[in-house]
């Protein structure tokens, strides 16, 4: 083969230091998004990875499967709602932690970083909600290998998220995200949605079956929950009062604020600044 044809070729990824510089340019255009725009699109994110929830719990509310099992198989079909992001195109506040490296390289202003956060965040839970009021309608919860299976396993999902020290959520908050950006970091790289969808599969399955904690996902699960106890659609008496009375409004927001802060640590951080202070002098070189 010709060498000019050789150098012609193109890797099937991108390299790292591509990767970081890319992750630049995604978020100069996360930056300079409207709010009308930003505002839909993520929405469309808090509804694509509550999706990815509803498939979980599905899985783990057959007591059949063993318990490893059910949280690799849990992890799978979670990825759902990641793959949608990066494929379908959403905005979702972990993975716009990443935008730190823009930041870092002064191409955009940390206010507007922060300001596209909160946007997000916001409305990355309207996303959830919308999705819990259409699947508690819908009686989703109904659906499962005994009566109530589904419905049950929202309720002591939610449960378990609640009863945890902050501290402890923090960070399996950053472990989360650090898990979900480098995710978001591998779909960069991938030049086709074969690439994207298996670069997502084991870091995202990782965090799910380790049980870290997920914001976004949280603004499903934990609402979803709520709502399960408060309706009487289903016998909760199995599960511990005392455990139970904590998930409650005031719960729910415990449990985000500790995953909030944990994601961007995870993400801002041990992702985006790792990787801006390793490769960002040699672009400049």
């Not at 509310?61 to 079909?77: C, H, M």
């Not at 997920?214 to 009487?232: D, E, Q, T």
């Not at 994601?263 to 801002?268: D, E, L, P, T, V």
Request: net charge positive; aromatic share 12%; with cysteine.
């Amino acid at each position: 083969m010709d060498p000019k044809d050789i150098a012609a070729i193109k890797p099937d990824c991108l390299a790292p230091v591509e990767i970081e510089l890319k992750a630049e340019t995604v978020g100069l255009a996360k930056a300079g998004m409207g709010f009308r725009q930003n505002a839909f699109l993520s929405i469309a994110a808090g509804m694509f990875i509550g999706m990815g929830g509803m498939f979980m719990l599905l899985i783990k509310a057959d007591p059949a499967i063993p318990w490893i099992a059910s949280q690799l198989l849990g992890g799978l079909v979670f990825c759902l709602g990641l793959f949608l992001v990066v494929v379908a195109g959403a905005e979702l506040f972990t993975g716009n932690t990443l935008m730190a490296a823009g930041a870092l390289s002064k191409k955009f202003s940390w206010c507007k970083v922060f300001k596209n956060w909160v946007i997000v965040w916001v409305f990355n839970f309207i996303g959830a909600l919308i999705l819990v009021c259409i699947l508690y309608c819908a009686q989703f919860w109904a659906i499962g290998p005994t009566t109530d299976a589904v419905g049950l396993t929202m309720v002591n999902v939610g449960v378990a998220k609640i009863n945890q020290d902050w501290l402890v959520l923090m960070l399996k908050g950053i472990m989360c995200n650090f898990l979900v950006c480098l995710a978001v970091w591998i779909a960069y790289a991938g030049r086709t949605v074969i690439d994207k969808f298996v670069g997502i599969l084991l870091p995202i399955s990782a965090f799910v079956a380790c049980g870290f904690e997920h914001c976004v996902a949280n603004m499903f699960f934990l609402p979803m929950a709520f709502v399960m106890k408060i309706s009487g659609a289903i016998d909760t008496s199995s599960v511990a009062a005392e455990k139970l009375a904590n998930l409650d409004i005031t719960g729910i927001f415990y449990n985000l604020s500790a995953a909030t802060v944990g994601n961007i640590i995870g993400g801002a951080v041990l992702v985006a600044c790792l990787y801006w202070f390793a490769f960002h002098k040699k672009q400049a070189a």
